[in-house]
């Protein structure tokens, strides 16, 4: 899958390359071969995050943790990713509270760790309805470290949560089409999760909302807990 994943980065690049300048170069009027250029468009971008998706999952899957762990300063991230949350909503209309101490640090992989929270933090966005609720908390006690995005928006019945870390697995096929995302999101949660000895915990209810939470150990603290749960 890696070595697949990585030939089509090249053909993929080139197709782009050459949407983008058909996109530049035909005329507003002709509008039937505008539309079907856009949609190659946006297909083509989410062939590209469906690849970029499946290497980060296949190194994720079939290497051993690194040494990359660093004290990330979790607040800086949070609050980068809530402004790019933002945008992504943009006349939706969300309301997104950040609610994560400045001080919040953890020994943990960057690159990985922000992979992990951006995608908690997108599919929040992306699966609540306009002028819904999305809240990042983040807090320490005696078993470590958590971070909890939840949301008020569609939820997901509880019976297929079991399976919601598999590769490709959806709920609702539909949401396919609706969210353009690549059903890899969660599964490179998990197994970053795993990576950094945690955990996932994920509860839902259908029409009320989710809520997803990472779990790090005490072990992984930069320094003893200073806030309580809320």
């Known amino acids: 899958v890696a070595n697949v994943s990585h030939e089509l980065k090249t053909p ?50 079939g290497t051993n943790a690194d040494n990359l762990s660093q004290a990330v300063p979790v607040h800086g991230m949070l609050k980068r990713m809530r402004e790019n949350a933002l945008a992504i909503s943009a006349d939706k209309g969300h309301s997104i509270e950040l609610d994560v101490p400045e001080e919040a640090r953890l020994i943990a992989n960057p690159a990985e760790l922000e992979s992990a929270f951006g995608n ?17 908390h983040w807090w320490q006690d ?17 019976a297929h ?26 599964a490179i949660v998990k197994h970053v999760m795993i990576r950094h000895n945690g955990k996932l915990e994920i509860k839902s209810q259908l029409g009320k909302g989710s809520v997803f939470t990472c779990h790090f150990p005490a072990e992984r603290l930069v320094s003893k807990p200073t806030a309580v749960a809320g």
Do not use: C, W
């Open 12 to 61: 993929l690049t080139v197709l782009k390359g050459y949407l983008e300048t058909l996109l530049d170069t035909v005329p507003e009027e002709q509008s039937r071969l505008r539309r079907a250029l856009t949609q190659m468009d946006n297909q083509s971008n989410r062939m590209e995050a469906l690849v970029s998706d499946l290497l980060l999952l296949a190194r994720l899957e």
């Open 120 to 136: 908690l933090i997108t599919n929040a966005v992306k699966y609540t309805p306009a002028g819904g609720q999305i809240r990042i």
């Open 142 to 158: 005696e078993r470590g470290a958590h971070l909890a995005v939840s949301d008020n928006g569609v939820g997901i019945d509880p």
């Open 161 to 186: 949560i079991p399976r919601l870390t598999e590769r490709f697995y959806r709920p609702d096929n539909s949401r396919v089409t609706e969210t353009g995302g690549t059903g890899l999101g969660l």
